[in-house]
């Protein structure tokens, strides 16, 4: 089954403890990215993927990080978490940036910073 | 990427047809108009696309006015699993971000 996986689903951590939250698809897709949700602010891009080891920011990518090693994987790092950074997390991923190309994302992984 | 403006909400009766407007007045002519829905916090799903015909698939249908200013996506057969945050997104072929903007609240009932 096509499919964008993310881990965990749900994690809550301390201030300043490092940690990944990992995005794995399953469908050879070029274009990777992360988008965070906020109650009154939508879902905003944070970094985003165009192949292997090209990376690049997002509208929102202070205090993350992100790596794209492999096509298929793309983490999410947060070296030092704080509390604003608490927010469900999407990854997702498409074949292509083209406009003709719809995007498939993963389940979100809820976060708490505290 | 166009702007889009929604309603903020709406509601449908289970099994009737629900209609969902969008407008997108400055969409240009290389713009594709995509619809997306989120169920509760799930990730959103992809629901259709379309360029300048109407388009359909399993799940809805998809009618562009032929000045490409707005846009009705059909649910023609609403059930209450298709209670959820409808967006509409206009994108071209440049744009790396989906803009997700508010979106309408979809509350079919019973």
């Known amino acids: 089954e096509a499919q964008v996986t993310q881990n965990p689903r749900y994690l809550i951590t301390v201030t300043g403890k490092k940690l990944t939250v990992t995005c794995s698809q399953n469908?050879?897709?070029?274009?990777m990215s992360w988008y965070r949700q906020d109650p009154g602010l939508g879902l905003r891009q944070i970094y985003y993927?165009?192949?292997?080891?090209?990376?690049d920011k997002g509208d929102v990518p202070e205090g993350y990080k992100v790596s794209r090693k492999e096509k298929r994987n793309f983490p999410l790092i947060l070296e030092s978490p704080s509390p604003n950074q608490t927010s469900l997390y999407f990854c997702?991923?498409?074949?292509?940036?083209?406009?003709?190309?719809?995007?498939?994302f993963g389940q979100g992984t809820r976060l708490t910073v505290v | 990427d166009a702007k889009t403006t929604q309603p903020t909400s709406m509601d449908c009766a289970e099994g009737r047809a629900a209609n969902l407007p969008c407008n997108h007045s400055t969409i240009s002519g290389n713009e594709y108009v995509y619809w997306y829905r989120q169920i509760h916090s799930q990730g959103p799903q992809y629901i259709i696309h379309g360029l300048k015909n109407n388009e359909t698939n399993e799940m809805a249908s998809l009618i562009i006015t032929e000045d490409r200013k707005s846009s009705t996506l059909i649910l023609p057969h609403a059930t209450l699993r298709d209670t959820a945050v409808y967006y509409c997104i206009v994108r071209g072929n440049s744009g790396y971000a989906l803009n997700f903007g508010k979106g309408t609240s979809l509350l079919v009932t019973p």
């Open positions: 993927s165009m192949n292997v080891e090209v990376t």
């Open positions: 469908m050879n897709h070029e274009y």
């Open positions: 997702a991923s498409s074949l292509s940036t083209t406009g003709s190309t719809e995007a498939f």
